[in-house]
């Protein structure tokens, strides 16, 4: 079941490769992120054990964006939406949405 999740995951991903562009886009470059440039409520979710995305972006974001959250998880990777922490991920999500008054 895990394994048609996933591939359900990556054909979702591939129908919109603008945020796959984004992604590499921000790997490789400027992200034209700075200080204070992002004044929306915003949730940072990361986990230190992603091997793609050094747990210090996360940082440097909670840093630049004021009052952002920086929510740490412990899903053991980049996929951090998927698998056993899902449910725990659209909880965290939902709430900060809710506390922040956008729904």
Do not use: K
Not at 15 to 24: L, R, S, T
Not at 42 to 47: A, E, F, K, R, S
Not at 97 to 103: A, T
Request: charged share 15%.
């Amino acid at each position: 079941q895990q394994m048609a999740e996933l591939t359900e995951m990556s054909l979702t991903c591939a129908a919109a490769p603008a945020g796959i562009q984004n992604d590499w886009a921000i790997m490789v470059g400027e992200n034209g992120i700075s200080e204070g440039s992002i004044a929306c409520p915003t949730l940072i979710i990361h986990d230190r054990a992603d091997p793609l995305v050094p747990f210090a972006h996360a940082e440097w974001s909670q840093r630049c964006i004021p009052d952002s959250r920086l929510l740490e998880i412990h899903a053991g990777g980049h996929l951090i939406w998927y698998g056993r922490y899902a449910n725990f991920m659209h909880q965290q999500r939902v709430e900060f949405l809710r506390e922040s008054g956008i729904v």
